[in-house]
């Protein structure tokens, strides 16, 4: 059994491009311009705060003029090199003679760049953002993005419960929010609250006879452990809920964000010797130093 199966495996699957240009210009816009894509996707869609760069030549993909890379700091402290883009040149065009008529008639060689994320990514947002009770996935990316428990004890109380948690489910629905309604009897609500915990649900609501009484539902981050993380009687009022759900998704996400920015920043020193390189990297912290080039 693996213990990190989405980052160390023996194979993985690629969101892989290649590209030819007509100029090395062109090809170094693109190769910048696909390490910024990436940049922004980790920042704004999976709230990881990568640090984007360019590779050292001893680190330059072989083959490559230039390597440009975002690499994340993970959970252990452990950096992740979560996304590439290559300025190749005219390295693999020459060796391949790959080639393009110019505008003066001419055959020239294509400058080329190639650029790629690959599924270690998914193993480094559960890496940034995981804790002890499992997943805990930022509301953008999230496949479910709320949860309704309906609760209930009695037989009686179970028609008045599912009618109004299924005017909950359609409201979220309606709003384009990602939601999902746990009805199971097989498990307990206490059951299905650790599994959806586990499983990184930013919100879950929970909804019994008491909740319908009062026209609300009981809200859960995922984000805030315990009782602080709970909030009572949140109007069932769509424009209501709708407008105080998405808001709340938009927060989780922030502080996601902002948790793993103050995380890695803690973390990383400056550095102007070696001797200080080595000593901030046996602490298990990053160093940050001058730039050689090499």
Known sequence: MRTKPFIRTLEFLWQEGHTAHATLEEAEKEAMQMIDV?????????????????????????????????????????????GTSHNLGQNFSRAFETQFMDENGQLEHVWQTSWAISTRFVGGIIMTHGDDAGL???PRIAPIQVVIVPIWK????????????????????????????????????GWKFNFYEMKGVPIRIELGPRDVKNRSVVLC???????????????????????????RLEEIQASLLQKAITFRDSNIVDVNSYGELKEVISEGKWARGPWSAR
Do not use: W
């Not at 996707?41 to 360019?54: D, K």
């Not at 008045?160 to 307990?188: C, F, H, P, W, Y």
């Open 154 to 189: 009695k037989g009686d109380e179970k028609g008045v419960v599912m009618e109004a948690v299924a005017s909950v489910q359609n409201t979220l629905k309606e709003a384009g929010i990602r939601v999902k309604m746990d009805d199971s009897e097989l498990r307990t609500p």
């Open 38 to 82: 990436y940049t922004k996707f980790a920042y704004e869609q999976a709230a990881i705060p990568v640090i984007p760069g360019r590779k050292s030549r001893v680190e330059t993909f072989a083959g490559a003029d230039r390597t440009y890379t975002i690499e994340a700091m993970m959970g252990d402290k452990k950096a992740l090199q979560a």
């Open 221 to 247: 981050r995922r984000d805030v452990p315990g009782k602080q993380g709970k909030e009572f009687g949140i109007s069932m009022e769509p424009s209501i809920l709708v407008d105080h759900i998405k808001g």
């Open 136 to 138: 805990m996935l930022p």
